[in-house]
Nanobody, 115 residues
Framework: QVQLVESGGGLVQPGGSLRLSCAAS????????VSWYRQASGKERELVAT????????NYPDSVKGRFTVFRDNAENTVYLQMNSLKPEDTAVYYC????????WGQGTQVTVSS
């Protein structure tokens, strides 16, 4: 059974950090790029990071560039999203996605940035 399971979300104060994990099972995770998306309440889903198959050449939108870092451990079938200097506008449900040729989504993990 194919699964992507995100974890690591929670409540953090502005300026704090969180590390999200996306663990895959049921397929070979290392064969594809992986992206992290987020969706804030009432807003469209937004791409926040993409990591290619072998890790080099990551991409970030300006909204998170310099604060978020995506990396992967293919041996552990896991992709991570390190989020630093968090802001209230980073509050959202964060999802990982196994990119083409797959199209798998995790269930999401809530990140809340608030004092």
């Amino acid at each position: 059974q194919v699964q992507l399971v995100e974890s690591g979300g929670g409540l953090v104060q502005p300026g704090g950090s969180l590390r999200l994990s996306c663990a895959a099972s049921g397929f070979t995770f290392s064969r594809n790029a992986v992206s992290w998306y987020r969706q804030a309440s009432g807003k469209e889903r937004e791409l926040v990071a993409t990591i290619p198959r072998f890790g080099a050449g990551t991409n970030y939108p300006d909204s998170v560039k310099g604060r978020f870092t995506v990396f992967r451990d293919n041996a552990e079938n896991t992709v991570y999203l390190q989020m630093n200097s968090l802001k209230p506008e980073d509050t959202a449900v964060y999802y990982c996605h196994a990119d083409p040729p797959f199209d798998y989504w995790g269930q999401g993990t809530q990140v809340t940035v608030s004092s």
